[in-house]
């Protein structure tokens, strides 16, 4: 028997700049210096840089970017704010933290983002933003977004989380909207080795309001102007992110011949729909996430089918993700029903992600293919 296919494989990418990684870890172990310093404010400046905006600030998690950027812009109790209901479930979690409401729209069946032309008829007097999130890596129609927002006067935060280094129209993402929000988890583009997150802006008073709301709250230490939070990005992993993103470009690159391979391998197969990607957009693929036609009614659905058996044959898929938001236990006082968002909940019954790293060899790629070919034939 080979070698189980996982749907990411860290140690691999470890492997291949371990000594640059090991390096930088050590000189900050020896420095003593385990908190903030120069090569945390270097990272930001770094990515702010990569980004093509003047601000990058550093913090703990995506989360906490999305849940500072919400802050830094008042948005609170008796405010609504527009998001997709397909995407992880931290975009709208935050937008309830901050005690506002989370409008969701359906999806665009071949992007998987957000339907830009859905969102008007959900603007009211109260909504005070709208938070795209580029899905597996593909930017949403930027264009027409910040044309609407600006038209209704609405912040943009960009949720990025799963799209570092995309593109739309020859802009990074995060340097469209006011903010953008980005995660370094392990799994995501540009992942550390453990906890992180940063948020990008233009515009100086956003960034430095975030700076102080990360730190308690407090510019001059021991005297607060908000209730704050504490989330600091670690030196440790500062350290680890400015060797990682001198490699981003190239292993999106390597993401996207990933990606190509697998469009020419699996075209044409019944029962599937492959991943489209979209003209003006520089696709990152942290997903290559297919859809497998549902041929069955009732909950267990020809997808989870597929997944099991190629599980039994040693290839890991995952579901991103499989219950939608307006269908979340903890969202049934928004008052939404199974049938509002159709497009939305089809995807979640028939996506699955294949395998997608940027080390993925051509051998273990073509065994997913013919171990998926197997299982649907
Ligand atoms: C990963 C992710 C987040 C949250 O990032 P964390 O660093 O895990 O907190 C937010 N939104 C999306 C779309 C994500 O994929």
Same mark, same amino acid.
């Given at each position: 028997?080979?070698?189980?296919?996982?749907?990411?494989?860290?140690?691999?990418?470890?492997?291949?700049?371990?000594? =640059?990684?090991?390096? !930088?870890?050590?000189? +900050?172990?020896?420095?003593?210096?385990?908190?903030?310093?120069?090569? +945390?404010?270097?990272? %930001?400046?770094?990515?702010?840089?990569?980004?093509?905006?003047?601000?990058?600030?550093?913090?703990?998690?995506?989360?906490?970017?999305?849940?500072? !950027?919400?802050?830094?812009?008042?948005?609170?109790?008796?405010?609504?704010? $527009?998001?997709?209901?397909?995407?992880?479930?931290?975009? !709208?979690?935050?937008?309830?933290?901050?005690?506002?409401?989370?409008?969701?729209?359906? #999806?665009?069946? =071949? /992007?998987?983002?957000?339907?830009?032309?859905?969102?008007?008829?959900?603007?009211?007097?109260?909504?005070?933003?709208?938070?795209?999130?580029?899905?597996?890596?593909?930017? +949403?129609?930027?264009?027409?977004?910040?044309?609407?927002?600006?038209?209704?006067?609405?912040?943009? $935060? %960009?949720?990025?989380?799963?799209?570092?280094?995309?593109?739309?129209?020859?802009?990074?993402?995060?340097?469209?909207? *006011?903010?953008?929000?980005?995660?370094?988890?392990?799994?995501?583009?540009?992942?550390?080795?453990?906890?992180?997150?940063?948020? /990008?802006?233009?515009?100086?008073?956003?960034?430095?309001?975030?700076?102080?709301?990360?730190?308690?709250?407090?510019?001059?230490?021991?005297?607060?102007?908000?209730?704050? $939070?504490?989330?600091?990005?670690?030196?440790?992993?500062?350290? #680890?992110?400015?060797?990682?993103?001198?490699?981003?470009?190239?292993?999106?690159?390597?993401?996207? =011949?990933?990606?190509?391979?697998?469009?020419?391998? @699996?075209?044409?197969?019944?029962?599937?729909?492959?991943?489209?990607?979209?003209?003006?957009?520089?696709?990152?693929?942290?997903?290559?996430? #297919?859809?497998?036609? *549902?041929?069955?009614?009732?909950?267990?659905?020809?997808?989870?089918? #597929?997944?099991?058996?190629?599980? %039994?044959?040693?290839?890991?898929?995952? $579901?991103?993700?499989?219950?939608?938001?307006? @269908?979340?236990?903890?969202?049934?006082?928004?008052?939404?029903?199974?049938?509002?968002?159709?497009?939305?909940?089809?995807? !979640?019954?028939?996506?699955?992600?294949?395998?997608?790293?940027?080390?993925?060899?051509?051998?273990?790629?073509?065994?997913?293919?013919?171990?998926?070919?197997?299982?649907?034939?």
């Amino acid at each position: 028997m080979s070698k189980t296919i996982p749907p990411v494989n860290l140690k691999r990418q470890y492997e291949t700049i371990a000594q =640059e990684l090991d390096t !930088a870890v050590l000189e +900050v172990l020896r420095s003593g210096h385990y908190i903030g310093g120069e090569v +945390v404010t270097k990272f %930001e400046q770094q990515f702010a840089d990569y980004t093509g905006v003047s601000y990058s600030v550093s913090c703990n998690s995506g989360t906490d970017a999305l849940y500072l !950027a919400l802050r830094a812009l008042n948005i609170g109790e008796g405010d609504e704010v $527009i998001t997709s209901a397909f995407t992880f479930f931290a975009t !709208a979690e935050v937008i309830s933290r901050v005690g506002a409401k989370p409008v969701f729209v359906d #999806i665009n069946s =071949e /992007t998987f983002n957000l339907d830009v032309s859905q969102i008007s008829a959900k603007i009211t007097a109260k909504t005070k933003a709208i938070i795209p999130v580029h899905l597996f890596g593909l930017a +949403v129609k930027m264009d027409s977004l910040m044309e609407l927002a600006q038209k209704h006067n609405l912040f943009v $935060i %960009e949720d990025c989380a799963q799209a570092t280094g995309g593109e739309w129209q020859g802009k990074k993402v995060g340097s469209m909207g *006011d903010i953008g929000c980005f995660s370094f988890f392990p799994t995501k583009n540009l992942g550390t080795c453990g906890d992180g997150g940063a948020i /990008t802006t233009k515009d100086h008073e956003i960034a430095a309001k975030i700076r102080i709301l990360k730190e308690h709250g407090s510019k001059q230490r021991y005297h607060h102007e908000y209730i704050g $939070i504490n989330s600091r990005l670690d030196t440790i992993q500062a350290a #680890i992110l400015q060797v990682k993103l001198r490699y981003l470009d190239q292993w999106n690159n390597q993401r996207r =011949e990933v990606a190509t391979r697998y469009h020419q391998l @699996l075209n044409n197969l019944s029962y599937l729909t492959l991943p489209q990607g979209l003209k003006g957009a520089k696709h990152t693929w942290n997903q290559y996430s #297919i859809l497998v036609e *549902d041929l069955k009614s009732g909950d267990y659905t020809f997808r989870d089918e #597929i997944r099991t058996k190629l599980l %039994e044959k040693g290839v890991i898929s995952m $579901i991103y993700y499989p219950i939608p938001l307006h @269908l979340q236990e903890v969202y049934q006082n928004l008052g939404y029903h199974l049938g509002d968002f159709p497009v939305t909940e089809k995807v !979640a019954r028939q996506v699955l992600s294949l395998p997608m790293f940027p080390d993925l060899t051509l051998e273990e790629q073509e065994k997913v293919v013919y171990t998926l070919k197997d299982c649907l034939s």
